[in-house]
């Protein structure tokens, strides 16, 4: 295993566009978390899954923001009509959880190395 | 609600010791460090869970007060390849009765280490 992956490294796209990232977490691990980071800042969560079950999604994510894990495993991450603002590196990790999402995480986050997105 | 952490920044010579502090206002049940060099994905340093247990890694250690919801992590003879940001990733659920318990990280603290 090769570890966290995600595609595309880099995406530029117009204003007003859609994207699509994608993430192959490691292949036994249960929890897939994504975050946003931009120049300066810690990782800001977005979202998370426990298997297929997306548990949490951030207030701060307008309905412009969706996230799939369709089958437990991969998952992707869409922005509709993208604006200026959503420029950043979006990242994705996983690790094995607990078999009870309401159970504490004891092992480690896995990072990907992200997806820059830029938005002209 | 993301963690607190102080300093936000620190510039040490090597050999010399830091210690970075991480708050948070929610009961945690976890807490972990991460390391960030430029242009690159966070590295996994430490975990420490409830029980108010310490850890170390290679000079780097840490402890969690669960009472005061306080981390600290500590940079002890400090060496150039400890230059980066450091993170702290607090898990908590989000709400009473939320379905689990999300990580969250704090804003960072730059840490550069000189000759």
């Known amino acids: 295993d090769t570890g966290v992956s995600q595609n595309p490294r880099h995406k530029i796209t117009k204003r007003g566009q859609n994207v699509t990232f994608r993430c192959d977490p490691i292949s036994e691990h249960n929890r897939l978390y994504w975050y946003r980071q931009t120049l300066g800042q810690g990782p800001e969560f977005l979202t998370y899954?426990?298997?297929?079950?997306?548990?949490?999604k951030s207030r701060l994510l307008s309905d412009r923001f969706s996230a799939e894990r369709p089958k437990g495993s991969f998952s992707t991450l869409e922005i509709q009509r993208t604006e200026q603002g959503d420029s950043a590196m979006y990242l994705c990790?996983?690790?094995?959880?607990?078999?009870?999402?309401?159970?504490?995480?004891?092992?480690?986050?896995?990072f990907g190395q992200g997806t820059r997105l830029t938005v002209v | 609600q993301q963690p607190v952490q102080s300093p936000q920044a620190v510039i040490l010579r090597e050999g010399e010791d830091a210690v970075i502090n991480c708050s948070s206002s929610?009961?945690?049940?976890?807490v972990h460090w991460y390391r960030q060099k430029h242009g690159e994905a966070p590295v996994f340093l430490m975990i420490?869970?409830?029980?108010?247990e310490q850890k170390g890694h290679d000079k780097i250690s840490a402890s969690f007060n669960e009472k005061k919801q306080q981390s600290s992590l500590y940079l002890t003879a400090s060496q150039l390849s400890y230059s980066g940001t450091y993170f702290c990733?607090?898990?908590?659920?989000?709400?009473?009765?939320?379905?689990?318990?999300?990580?969250?990280f704090g804003g960072g603290t730059r840490v550069l280490v000189k000759p």
């Open positions: 990790a996983s690790s094995l959880g607990p078999l009870e999402a309401r159970e504490g995480l004891n092992t480690e986050a896995f």
């Open positions: 899954f426990q298997n297929e079950a997306q548990l949490e």
């Open positions: 990733g607090t898990e908590a659920p989000s709400r009473p009765g939320a379905a689990g318990n999300k990580l969250t």
């Open positions: 929610k009961a945690l049940y976890s």
């Open positions: 420490l869970l409830k029980g108010g």
